[in-house]
């Protein structure tokens, strides 16, 4: 089993990498967004799992371990393959799956390409119990993602743009932005201004 690789990315894709390691290039297959912060050349390090079958030996990564849980948790649940869990965890950050399960909620699995309504129903019924919710009155909780879109919304506003703007903006780099940027104000901020580019600010006349 090939549990994690560290090497240098030599090739990216939209889904999928080829990364070098003591000279061999394993291609793995990864979450989209993740496939977006990595340029050729990069030092990458994946945790993962090998789906094998008679036909075909195929690596899939992730940046964190909890993705790579909730992954190996989503392929057993019947009619769930590899390339629908990678959509899944493509569609929706790991707290959002859990919370879904832990709200008995099909609807943001039912909108993941390739989940029909019956295995979304599947997925929230055979994963019932198995995945961590942090319990919503617990500050830790709410710190990491649910006051980092707030400030950098906040900082926008005060550099001139309008909160409607500045809100929009976020939520847009917030969906495919890494789970650490996601954690990180300083790293959001920075990657929302990137989308606003160089436009003038929307100034306040007066």
């Known amino acids: 089993m090939i549990s994690s690789l560290h090497g240098t990315a030599a090739h990216v894709a939209d889904d999928s990498l080829v990364i070098v390691v ?3 290039g394993f291609s793995v297959a990864v979450t989209a967004q993740f496939a977006r912060t990595v340029h050729v050349g990069d030092d990458v ?4 799992n090998l789906i094998v079958r008679e036909d075909a ?8 371990r909890e993705e790579l849980t909730v992954f190996t948790q989503l392929i057993s649940v019947t009619g769930v393959g590899p390339k629908s869990a990678l959509g899944v965890l493509s569609s929706l950050t790991v707290p959002q799956i859990a919370q879904a399960v832990a709200d ?12 029909g309504p019956k295995t979304a129903k599947l997925i929230v019924v055979q994963l019932a119990g198995k995945l961590q919710v942090a319990p919503a009155a617990a500050p830790a909780a709410v710190s990491p993602h649910g006051q980092v879109p707030v400030q950098v919304t906040q900082a926008l506003v005060g ?4 909160e409607r703007t500045a809100a929009e903006a976020v939520a847009s780099v917030a969906e495919t932005a890494s789970e650490a940027d996601r954690a990180s104000v300083q790293a959001l901020l920075r990657l929302t201004l990137a989308l606003l580019g160089p436009a003038r600010k929307e100034s306040v006349s007066g």
């Open 22 to 24: 003591g000279g061999v």
């Open 45 to 48: 390090h994946l945790h993962t």
């Open 159 to 162: 550099l001139g743009w309008t």
């Open 104 to 115: 008995d909620d099909d609807a943001p699995f039912r909108r993941v390409s390739g989940i």
């Open 57 to 64: 030996l195929s690596l899939y990564g992730f940046e964190a």
